[in-house]
């Protein structure tokens, strides 16, 4: 990416007073990055856990930085705030062969019989190999349900922590295993369990384990009523299939011009006898798919857009774009078109960066006037959209509304 990050003289100056809200970021993959988090102009970063080895850094982060409940009310025009954090912990598609499911009531006898490290891999991986070195490289796979069961109590202590990064991906092939004395030559300063610059192998996931790992995730968010983040490349269509069958039976009723007038008077009616203040204090009640997704920066094609704003589906759906992936590769044109086409209220903005501080900042603000360019909105107007749809996303009932909120199209 080329330095265009200074903002010249002919550009509007960047309002961070208004509160920028990261939707997705992996800073715990350079754990030392964490000391640069409090200065940054940023006012929140959502934090990304995909794999075994980063749970409980993420949970660290949280608990020293994170976003509290009593925070809500002073999240905007708060001038010189520390940046924090909101954790949120899933299962990445790259990390799903190393789960086995266990949740299956055939195998629930067996849940505490460790399945063979070759048979498991066999079994969830394409093409199909006798590689025994390679499989035996691969560490142990961990149980599904004690992954669940760990999400859980991490979401039990962080209320406003999301699940995620989940998803999918026909793309993503494992790396190798390392070279004679490349392990022992690695940074140190690096997170274990990513690629590290290794060669990869022709093995993938199997996309049959990847959606069953993808689905137990979106189950838990639903169970916890907590909005997900979502992975998904080269399987736009497999995603959205995925989302729609754990609302099957939940859809909303899609009611005519007509009948909407009708209803709305006796609505109306009757809101004059109910307590106005229910909806917005009650706790949302558990369902089998989750209130609120988020597809992380979105490569599909506009075309898609359609089929996620069907009035009948009973989650929100947002879509979050990042400078590094969407606006720098060959498929900007094609973002550039999604982001005119998706509403004003259901777009993020994030930096999907595994570093935080200055970098993390500069690549934000980019993407933001980005945005307010391809939207036709000042950098002011823009910000403030941007910070009332990751409340909207992260928060949902639990959001506080104030006087910076804007609500565009």
């Known amino acids: 990416m080329g330095d265009n990050t200074s903002p010249s003289a002919e550009r509007e100056s960047f309002p961070w007073h208004l509160g920028v809200f990261d939707a997705h970021c992996h800073p715990t993959e350079i754990v030392s990055s964490k000391r640069d988090i409090p200065d940054m102009?940023?006012?929140?970063?959502?934090?990304?856990?995909?794999?075994?080895?980063?749970?409980?850094?993420v949970a660290g982060?949280?608990?020293?930085?994170?976003?509290?409940?009593?925070?809500?009310?002073?999240?905007?025009?708060?001038?010189?705030?520390?940046?924090?954090?909101?954790?949120?912990f899933g299962w990445h598609p790259w990390f799903s062969h190393q789960l086995y499911?266990?949740?299956?009531?055939?195998?629930?006898?067996?849940?505490?019989?460790?399945?063979?490290?070759?048979?498991?891999?066999?079994?969830?991986?394409?093409?199909?190999?006798?590689?025994?070195?390679?499989?035996?490289?691969?560490p142990a796979p961990q149980p599904l349900s004690e992954y669940l069961a760990q999400t859980r109590e991490y979401l039990t202590k962080f209320p406003l922590a999301l699940v995620g990064e989940i998803g999918l991906d026909r793309s993503f092939r494992l790396p190798n295993d390392w070279l004679p004395g490349q392990k022992d030559e690695r940074d140190r300063g690096l997170t274990p369990g990513g690629r590290e610059g290794r060669r990869l192998s022709p093995y993938r996931?199997?996309?049959?384990?990847?959606?069953?790992?993808m689905k137990a995730q979106l189950h838990l968010a639903g169970e916890m009523q907590r909005a997900v983040s979502v992975h998904g490349v080269a399987a736009h269509g497999v995603v959205f299939e995925v989302l729609q069958e754990t609302w099957k039976g939940h859809e909303k009723e899609v009611i005519s011009k007509r009948s909407r007038k009708r209803r709305s008077s006796a609505a109306a009616a009757h809101a004059k006898e109910a307590n106005p203040t229910v909806a917005e204090t009650e706790a949302p009640m558990s369902k089998p798919f989750p209130p609120?997704?988020?597809?992380?920066?979105?490569?599909?094609?506009?075309?898609?857009?359609?089929?996620?704003?069907?009035?009948?589906?009973?989650?929100?759906?947002?879509?979050?774009?990042?400078?590094?992936?969407?606006?720098?590769?060959?498929?900007?044109?094609?973002?550039?078109?999604?982001?005119?086409?998706?509403?004003?209220?259901?777009?993020?903005?994030?930096?999907?960066?595994?570093?935080?501080g200055d970098r993390m900042d500069a690549v934000l603000e980019e993407m933001v006037r980005s945005i307010c360019q391809m939207k036709g909105w000042s950098v002011e107007e823009g910000v403030k959209q941007l910070a009332s749809n990751w409340k909207s996303f992260v928060l949902g009932h639990k959001r506080v509304f104030n006087s910076n909120d804007r609500i565009v199209q």
Do not use: W
């Open 205 to 213: 996931v199997q996309m049959n384990h990847q959606r069953r790992i």
């Open 292 to 356: 609120r997704v988020c597809l992380h920066s979105y490569s599909g094609p506009p075309d898609s857009l359609r089929q996620y704003f069907n009035p009948s589906i009973p989650a929100s759906i947002f879509f979050s774009f990042s400078q590094v992936i969407n606006l720098s590769s060959h498929g900007s044109k094609k973002a550039i078109k999604v982001i005119e086409e998706v509403p004003g209220d259901r777009i993020l903005v994030e930096s999907d960066l595994h570093i935080a």
């Open 61 to 88: 982060f949280a608990d020293s930085l994170g976003l509290a409940e009593t925070d809500l009310g002073h999240l905007n025009g708060t001038e010189n705030a520390q940046c924090q954090v909101v954790p949120s």
């Open 41 to 57: 102009k940023a006012r929140v970063l959502t934090i990304m856990a995909s794999r075994g080895q980063d749970q409980h850094i």
């Open 101 to 138: 499911d266990d949740t299956e009531s055939t195998v629930m006898q067996q849940r505490h019989q460790v399945p063979d490290t070759v048979a498991h891999y066999k079994s969830v991986l394409t093409p199909e190999k006798d590689d025994e070195n390679f499989l035996q490289a691969l």
